[in-house]
């Protein structure tokens, strides 16, 4: 896994939900591509509501954060992405979230950590989805892998999961939220010291759809 075919490495992933917002990243296979995500109530992404245009940048890894507002609480929404004018249509650039209530309301959360692409038993993806949770918080090790101390590792890792039929199609069709844990960040039992810290800090920052982190940079690896 890891690569998609054509225009796109890996697979969407939206996150930063709101009740009237939401953030879509995908990594594209070339560096200057104008990239922008389109959501719609229908899945036919008639009529959508439209991002800021986003250009990738190989030190970025090509990833592209897209992030659309305007949206109407409590909704279903569907999501793609334009590339260079054209609506793509691959299943890895499709996906699906729920803007939460502005206010009390009532909804399901759902939980998980150790997600190994590489384990053979994937049932707990769709299982998970069939609850029809609103969000899926990632409590940590998402990919397990060890990894080494560039960038290009952390990419790849993210884009193993990504790109995993069973997962990444699970991860386009909810929001989440992801934390990391010490198999993500830098190898077993791993901490702020790891020499793998600052890339994993970037990557994260550059991959995940992730909520704001604060005005200091947060406590990212510390």
Partial sequence: FGQAEGVFVGGAWA???SPT??????????????????????DNLSSPVFSPVVTSAANLGNTVKLTV??????TDYFYGIEVAGVV???AVSRGRFRTFPAGRGSFRIAFGSGSNPRDANQRVFDA??????????????????????????????FDEVLAHPT???????LPSAYMWDDLDFGGNDSDGTAPSRDAA?????ERVPHYAIGPTGGTLGQ
Avoid: C, M, W
């Avoid at 990632?138 to 990894?147: I, Y």
């Avoid at 997962?167 to 069709?173: C, I």
């Fill in 15 to 17: 996150g930063n939900v």
């Fill in 69 to 74: 507002q305007g949206l109407q609480p409590d």
């Fill in 128 to 157: 998970l989805r069939e609850e029809k949770p609103v969000l899926f918080i990632h409590l940590g090790d998402l990919h397990q892998a060890t990894p080494g101390g560039g960038a290009d590792d952390f990419r790849a890792n």
């Fill in 201 to 205: 800090r970037a990557v994260y920052r």
């Fill in 21 to 42: 917002s939401a953030t879509v990243t995908i990594r594209l296979t070339a560096t200057g591509q104008r990239v922008r995500l389109l959501v719609s109530p229908r």
């Fill in 167 to 173: 997962q990444g199609a699970f991860f386009r069709s």
């Fill in 88 to 90: 793509r249509t691959e």
